[in-house]
């Protein structure tokens, strides 16, 4: 079992930036591929960013690529996501995500794909 907590969210200007960590409990962190998803009110939970066990793979979503990077610290058990230039359209619950394995694509990219969550940190973004 992994336990995922979030931290790092809040209130920031367009154009600002946060860092939202994702601390993880229990079962060997190197052993699962690290995604973030986010939740904005009335839209589905969708994709952000994904890394894999390694750290040499990552992935992103098109609306986020060139303002965020995902990257873990295995050491610490804890993934991160820097956000840079932030847009009002990034306003979400920002979810952490994990999948079971060590592959390169062995990743969280799709709510299927997730075998465990956090409990979500607010991000708003104001114009």
């Known amino acids: 079992q992994v336990q995922l907590v979030e931290s790092g969210g809040g209130l920031v200007q367009a154009g600002g930036s946060l860092r939202l960590s994702c601390a993880a409990s229990?079962?060997?962190?190197?052993?699962?591929?690290m995604g973030w998803f986010r939740q904005a009110p009335g839209k589905e939970r969708e994709f952000v960013a994904a890394i894999s066990w390694s750290g040499g793979s990552a992935y992103y979503a098109d609306s986020v690529k060139g303002r965020f990077t995902i990257s873990r610290d295995n050491a610490k058990n804890t993934v991160y996501l820097q956000m840079n230039s932030l847009k009002p359209e990034d306003t979400a619950v920002y979810y952490c995500?994990?999948?079971?394995?060590?592959?390169?694509?062995?990743?969280?990219?799709?709510?299927?794909?997730?075998?465990?969550w956090g409990q979500g940190t607010q991000v708003t973004v104001s114009s």
């Open positions: 995500a994990a999948r079971r394995g060590r592959g390169p694509a062995v990743v969280p990219r799709t709510i299927h794909e997730s075998d465990y």
């Open positions: 229990g079962r060997t962190f190197s052993s699962y591929g």
